[in-house]
């Protein structure tokens, strides 16, 4: 494994940590302008909604594993600024054609493809980036900071955002998380890092892609885990499409009480990111990850009490989920950026996040047409199932004994 060069210190990581908070702020406003501008300005059809919400993940199916190549073969500074700049062109184009009155559903697909495109060069950049950034025993550290961003962005950003629609309209919100990326492209611009240029390779695209694969599933430790947070996101994808099924209509929560219920989710994830490090450095990031990951199956079980039990149950549940997936995900990020050679990173990443992406798509789907057949319920006990088998997996795995050394 080739550590790189020495990280710059505090400054660099600062500028980058402040760039992905600006971001993250600006993607929550987003999340609640698009529905609105999609239902409301547009008037879209229910299959034309599907659409829109298809766009945004498609990339990553596409192009993840050629993102990935193209984020090794290049300086990933630069990548990770005109990704930035590209999303805002990207966004900056859908409020140019409203203000001309020439927005249409397809337009408005293409665009979303292309923002979707640059997000995944820009996150293949970004993880690949870090390690640069920070040394390597404070990996966990610096992907713990980010995660409470995001976890503070997505507390605090949907109610900003709906302020924002409200009082501008749901395309003018999507102009500030336009500006957004460009004041990100400004910091990401500005952070000192060196970076020597990659060795041209005169291997092919293909050679690279598999280079990439084989390092991520046939490592003995990474392999196991890989596949592990791959059916994870499968059984995700396809409860997180339940739980607005079953709190919406099951038992009957209001819009407000559905917005508290995501809070919850996200206060907790907050509280959790706060103490991977701590937690990491206590049992071993590699134990951590595994502990996390069997309270999934737990905290959806008490999910499936709420008939019984009375809707508080549901709020609980969404606190342990938080609390786990906040405590999780430093520690894992710790794990592929420690053991992942600085040359494979990008490939490693994109690679991940294209097959996690599509495995929760296919999540959702499947638990739309499921609880269609058979209702939520018996569908959840089914996602309950796969919840344990990620974290029998991971348990299965070499990471249980320990992975203290990235």
Same mark, same amino acid.
């Given at each position: 494994?080739?550590?790189?060069?020495?990280?710059?210190?505090?400054?660099?990581?600062?500028?980058?940590?402040?760039?992905?908070?600006?971001?993250?702020?600006?993607?929550?406003?987003?999340?609640?302008?698009?529905?609105?501008?999609?239902?409301?300005?547009?008037?879209?059809?229910?299959?034309?909604?599907?659409?829109?919400?298809?766009?945004?993940?498609?990339?990553?199916?596409?192009?993840?594993?050629?993102?990935?190549?193209?984020?090794?073969?290049?300086?990933?500074?630069?990548?990770?600024?005109?990704?930035?700049?590209?999303?805002?062109?990207?966004? #900056?184009?859908?409020?140019?054609?409203?203000?001309?009155?020439?927005?249409?559903?397809?337009? *408005?697909?293409?665009?979303?493809?292309?923002?979707?495109?640059?997000? %995944?060069?820009?996150?293949?950049?970004?993880?690949?980036? *870090?390690?640069?950034?920070?040394?390597?025993?404070?990996?966990?550290?610096?992907?713990?900071?980010?995660?409470?961003?995001?976890?503070?962005?997505?507390?605090?950003?949907?109610?900003?955002?709906?302020?924002?629609?409200?009082?501008?309209?749901?395309?003018?919100?999507?102009?500030?998380?336009?500006?957004?990326?460009? %004041?990100?492209?400004?910091?990401?611009?500005?952070?000192?890092?060196? @970076?020597?240029?990659?060795?041209?390779?005169?291997?092919?695209?293909?050679? +690279?892609?598999?280079?990439?694969?084989?390092?991520?599933?046939?490592?003995?430790?990474?392999?196991?885990?890989?596949?592990?947070?791959?059916?994870?996101?499968?059984?995700?994808?396809?409860?997180?499409?339940?739980?607005?099924?079953?709190?919406?209509?099951?038992?009957?929560?209001? #819009?407000?009480?559905?917005?508290?219920?995501?809070?919850?989710?996200?206060?907790?994830?907050?509280?959790?990111?706060?103490?991977?490090?701590?937690?990491? @450095?206590?049992?071993?990031?590699?134990?951590?990850?595994?502990?996390?990951?069997?309270?999934?199956?737990?905290?959806?079980?008490?999910?499936?009490?709420?008939?019984?039990?009375?809707? =508080?149950?549901?709020?609980?549940?969404?606190?342990?989920?938080?609390?786990?997936?906040?405590?999780?995900?430093?520690? +894992?990020?710790?794990?592929?950026?420690?053991?992942?050679?600085?040359?494979?990173?990008?490939?490693?990443?994109?690679?991940?996040?294209?097959?996690?992406?599509?495995?929760? =798509?296919?999540?959702?789907?499947?638990?739309? %047409?499921? =609880?269609?057949?058979?209702? +939520?319920?018996?569908? *959840?006990?089914?996602?309950?199932?796969?919840?344990?088998?990620?974290?029998?997996? =991971?348990?299965?795995?070499?990471?249980?004994?320990?992975?203290?050394?990235?």
């Amino acid at each position: 494994m080739t550590d790189g060069p020495t990280p710059p210190g505090r400054a660099a990581f600062a500028r980058f940590w402040g760039a992905a908070a600006i971001s993250s702020f600006g993607t929550a406003v987003t999340a609640v302008a698009m529905p609105v501008l999609v239902v409301q300005v547009l008037g879209a059809t229910p299959f034309e909604v599907g659409l829109v919400n298809a766009a945004q993940f498609l990339p990553y199916a596409i192009v993840g594993l050629i993102a990935g190549v193209y984020a090794d073969r290049w300086r990933r500074r630069p990548l990770l600024v005109w990704a930035s700049v590209g999303r805002a062109l990207s966004l #900056a184009a859908i409020v140019v054609l409203w203000l001309l009155g020439a927005l249409e559903i397809w337009m *408005l697909v293409v665009a979303l493809l292309a923002f979707g495109t640059f997000a %995944v060069f820009g996150f293949a950049a970004t993880q690949s980036l *870090l390690p640069r950034l920070v040394p390597r025993t404070r990996l966990v550290h610096a992907n713990a900071r980010l995660d409470q961003t995001d976890a503070a962005a997505q507390t605090l950003g949907p109610a900003v955002g709906g302020g924002l629609v409200g009082l501008l309209g749901a395309p003018v919100a999507i102009a500030v998380d336009a500006v957004s990326y460009l %004041v990100e492209a400004a910091l990401s611009a500005s952070v000192p890092v060196q @970076e020597p240029r990659p060795e041209r390779r005169a291997g092919r695209l293909r050679t +690279e892609i598999r280079d990439g694969l084989r390092w991520t599933y046939r490592h003995p430790t990474l392999g196991p885990l890989a596949w592990s947070t791959h059916v994870w996101f499968l059984a995700n994808g396809a409860a997180m499409t339940l739980l607005s099924l079953i709190a919406l209509r099951s038992l009957g929560f209001t #819009a407000f009480w559905f917005g508290v219920l995501l809070a919850v989710f996200g206060v907790a994830s907050l509280v959790g990111a706060t103490a991977a490090p701590r937690v990491g @450095e206590r049992i071993g990031s590699g134990r951590t990850v595994v502990l996390a990951r069997a309270a999934y199956p737990g905290a959806w079980l008490i999910v499936l009490t709420a008939p019984a039990f009375g809707d =508080a149950v549901v709020f609980v549940a969404l606190a342990l989920l938080g609390l786990a997936a906040g405590v999780e995900n430093a520690n +894992e990020m710790g794990i592929w950026q420690g053991l992942t050679p600085d040359e494979l990173l990008g490939r490693t990443n994109a690679t991940r996040r294209s097959v996690n992406r599509t495995a929760a =798509a296919i999540g959702a789907v499947l638990a739309g %047409v499921g =609880a269609g057949f058979v209702g +939520e319920w018996p569908v *959840l006990m089914a996602v309950i199932l796969v919840f344990a088998a990620a974290a029998l997996i =991971a348990w299965l795995s070499p990471i249980w004994s320990g992975t203290d050394h990235i």
